[in-house]
C-alpha cells in the first residue's frame, strides 16, 4: 500500500521525469537546428540542415595543415563503395556500409559495436549503380537509417540494440526495382527518405516516418497518376513507368519549415517512350516535412533524355542577390548548370554553366525553361549527337561545400561528353531495366589526361575563380573550413587540402583505395580531426571504363586525421 506522502512524492517524481524527458527531447531537436554551430558533434547529412559542408574550425590551418598525420583507420569489412556521410556524437562516430552499420571510439577508432545487415541474393541484383549507403541519422539516442531492401531501421545508439524496423508500403519492393541507398533526413521531427531506382521503370517518391516508432506517415510520389497536376506532360501511360527517384538526401530551413529534396531522371533514358515534360522528374522539391505536401518545385531539365540526375543537394545561404542579401536555394546540377532558386518560393534568380554544355545555350530566367540547343532537339527525334556533359554529368551525385567567409562553392565536376542516340522506344514493364540498354553512348574525351577539376565558383555567375585539374573525376564530396581549407578526395585513394583560396594542393595522403565519401571535420579535447571513408565503387568506378583506375584495389575504410604531434 503506498501512503499519501509516497504518492505526492511518487506525482512530483513522475513530473519532474516527464518535464525532463520533454526538454531532453526539445534539446535534442535543438541540436539538430544548431548542429553548424557545435563543431564538436557532426548531428546531420551535410554538416548541418543548410547542406553548406562548412565548418567555423580554424585549428588546421593553411600553416599547419601539412603535419596532418592519420590517427586512426578501421576496416569496414566491405568490398563496395564507401559514400556515408560519418555521424560524431559525444566521441563516438557512427557510419554505414550497404550491409552494416558501426560505432567507433572517435579518438581511438575502436569499435563499439556493428550491426550486420543481410538481404535475400536478388537485393543485390536489382540496385542500380552502385551497392552503396549513405548514411544514418541520428535522433533522441536512436541511429536511424535505410536498408536496401526497402526497409527503415532504427538502432540504439549506445548499444546498437534495434528499437525499431518499417518496410516501405506495397507496391514498394525488390521485384518492382527500388532500393534505399541515401541517409535520412530528420526535419521537425520527422524521418524523411527517399528512393533509388528509376532504372526499373516505377514512380519515384519521398516518404515521412516516425523517429520514435517507426509509423509509415505519408508518401509524396514524384509522378502523378492520371488526372492529377503534371499529368498532361506525360504521354499515354507512359507515367506509370516514370521514373523520379529522390536517392540523394535533401536540406532543411526550419524557419520556413521546409524540405529541399532534388528529383532524378525520367524513365526509360529513351525520351521517345515517354514524350513531354515529364514532370515532376528533374526538379528541385520543397515540401512540408509534416504532411509531404510540396509547396513549389522548379524543373531544371523537361524531357531529359540524357539522364541528367536534379538528385544533388540542394544548399541553403542567404548571398547577395542585385545588392541585396536575400535566402536562397542553390543546386549545382548533373546538366551542367548551376541554380540560384528563392528559397520561400522557388523563384529562379540565376543560372549558369559552371562546366561544358552544349545541349541548351542558357536559360530563360522569366519562364526558366532551358534554351535547347539542335543537340537537345536531335536527341529526342533519334539522332546521333554529341553532347556535353556526359550521362556523367558536370557534377554526379557528390556533395559541394559553401563558405560564407569566401562567398564561394567548391565542387568537384567531371569534363566528360558522349555520343548518344535514342532508338526505338521500347515497351516497358514495372520493375524491369528501362535505362542503358535503351539508348545508345560511346565517351568523348576533349583530353585524356583531364576528365574532372575541382573548381571554386562564384554562385551567381557560374564563373570559376579557380580550376584545379584532375586525371579522373573526383566522387568525392567536398568540406570548407574557416581557415580557407578545401577538403577532398580523389578516386585513386588521395585524400587532400586545398587552399580555398588559390586551389594549391597543401597537403595529401593516400589511403587505400579510392575516395568516393564525404569528408567531416570535428573536435575533442581542443583539438581539430578530420574524417573520411576510402573505398572505390559506384556507378562511375564500374562503368566508365576509366584507365586511371584501372589498378585502384576495393576495400571500404574509415579514416580520421589530426595535426601531429611530439
Avoid at 56 to 73: D, R, S
Avoid at 323 to 337: D, T
Wanted: proline fraction near 7%; hydrophobic fraction near 35%.
Amino acid at each position: 500500500m503506498v501512503k499519501p506522502r509516497q504518492k505526492a512524492t511518487l506525482v512530483v517524481a513522475f513530473v519532474f521525469t516527464a518535464i525532463f524527458a520533454g526538454s531532453a527531447l526539445a534539446q535534442s531537436a535543438d541540436d539538430l537546428k544548431n548542429d553548424e554551430k557545435t563543431p564538436g558533434d557532426v548531428l546531420v547529412y551535410g554538416m548541418g540542415y543548410a547542406g553548406q559542408r562548412y565548418s567555423p574550425l580554424t585549428k588546421i590551418t593553411k600553416k599547419n595543415v601539412g603535419k596532418m598525420v592519420p590517427i586512426w583507420g578501421y576496416s569496414m569489412t566491405d568490398n563496395r563503395g564507401a559514400e556515408a556521410f560519418p555521424v560524431v556524437k559525444d566521441g563516438v562516430i557512427y557510419t554505414t556500409a550497404h550491409n552494416a552499420t558501426v560505432a567507433v571510439d572517435a579518438l581511438t577508432g575502436k569499435q563499439i559495436w556493428r550491426v550486420a545487415h543481410e538481404y535475400p541474393p536478388e537485393t543485390l541484383r536489382v540496385v542500380c549503380c552502385g551497392i552503396v549507403n549513405r548514411g544514418a541519422a541520428i535522433y533522441e539516442g536512436k541511429l536511424i537509417r535505410a536498408l536496401l531492401d526497402n526497409q527503415i531501421i532504427a538502432l540504439d545508439a549506445k548499444t546498437g540494440k534495434e528499437v525499431w524496423k518499417t518496410k516501405s508500403p506495397e507496391p514498394v519492393s525488390i521485384e518492382t526495382g527500388y532500393a534505399m541507398t541515401g541517409a535520412p533526413l530528420i526535419a521537425n521531427g520527422v524521418v524523411v527518405v527517399g528512393v533509388a531506382g528509376a532504372e526499373y521503370s516505377h514512380r519515384g517518391f519521398l516518404e515521412g516516418y516516425d523517429p520514435a516508432t517507426g509509423k509509415h506517415l505519408w508518401r509524396l510520389y514524384t509522378i502523378p497518376n492520371k488526372g492529377e497536376p503534371g499529368s498532361d506532360t506525360w504521354e499515354g501511360d507512359s507515367n506509370l513507368t516514370g521514373g523520379g527517384s529522390s536517392w540523394v538526401t535533401g536540406s532543411y530551413d526550419p524557419e520556413l519549415d521546409l524540405v529541399y529534396w532534388g528529383i532524378g531522371n525520367p524513365s526509360p533514358w529513351n525520351p521517345r517512350a515517354r514524350k513531354g515534360d515529364n514532370l515532376f522528374t528533374e526538379a528541385i522539391f520543397a515540401v512540408r516535412p509534416k504532411t509531404g505536401v510540396r509547396v513549389w518545385y522548379y524543373q531544371t531539365t523537361p524531357g531529359d533524355p540524357f539522364d541528367y540526375d536534379a538528385v544533388q543537394t540542394p544548399v541553403i545561404a542567404t548571398i547577395p542577390v542585385n545588392g541585396n542579401p536575400r535566402k536562397v536555394v542553390m543546386q549545382a546540377n548533373r546538366n551542367g548548370f548551376l541554380y540560384v532558386l528563392d528559397a520561400k518560393d522557388g523563384k529562379l534568380l540565376a543560372a549558369n554553366t559552371f562546366g561544358k554544355v552544349n545541349w541548351a545555350d542558357g536559360v530563360d530566367l522569366k519562364t526558366g525553361r532551358p534554351r535547347f540547343t539542335d543537340v537537345y532537339k536531335g536527341a529526342l527525334e533519334g539522332k546521333n549527337v554529341t553532347v556535353w556533359p556526359s550521362v556523367t554529368g558536370v557534377t554526379n551525385w557528390q556533395h559541394m561545400s559553401f563558405s560564407p567567409k569566401t562567398g564561394m562553392l567548391y565542387i568537384n565536376t567531371a569534363h566528360v561528353g558522349m555520343t548518344y542516340e535514342a532508338g526505338e522506344p521500347p515497351k516497358l514493364v514495372p520493375g524491369k531495366p528501362s535505362g542503358p540498354g535503351t539508348v545508345k553512348r560511346t565517351t568523348v574525351l576533349d583530353n585524356p589526361n583531364i576528365r574532372g577539376y575541382l573548381k571554386a565558383v562564384d554562385p551567381m555567375t557560374g564563373k570559376s575563380k579557380w580550376e584545379m585539374p584532375y586525371k579522373s573525376p573526383n566522387f568525392s564530396s567536398t568540406l570548407v573550413t574557416a581557415s580557407n581549407l578545401v577538403f577532398t578526395g580523389v578516386m585513386t585513394g588521395e585524400f587532400q587540402a586545398l587552399d580555398a583560396d588559390t586551389g594549391k594542393v597543401l597537403w595529401s595522403f593516400q589511403t587505400p583505395s579510392g575516395i568516393i565519401g564525404q569528408p567531416i571535420t570535428w573536435e575533442r579535447n581542443g583539438k581539430q580531426y578530420v574524417t573520411v571513408m576510402s573505398g572505390i565503387g559506384g556507378v562511375y568506378a564500374l562503368r566508365a571504363g576509366d584507365p586511371n583506375l584501372a589498378n585502384v584495389p576495393a576495400g571500404a575504410s574509415m579514416w580520421t586525421f589530426g595535426l601531429f604531434e611530439k
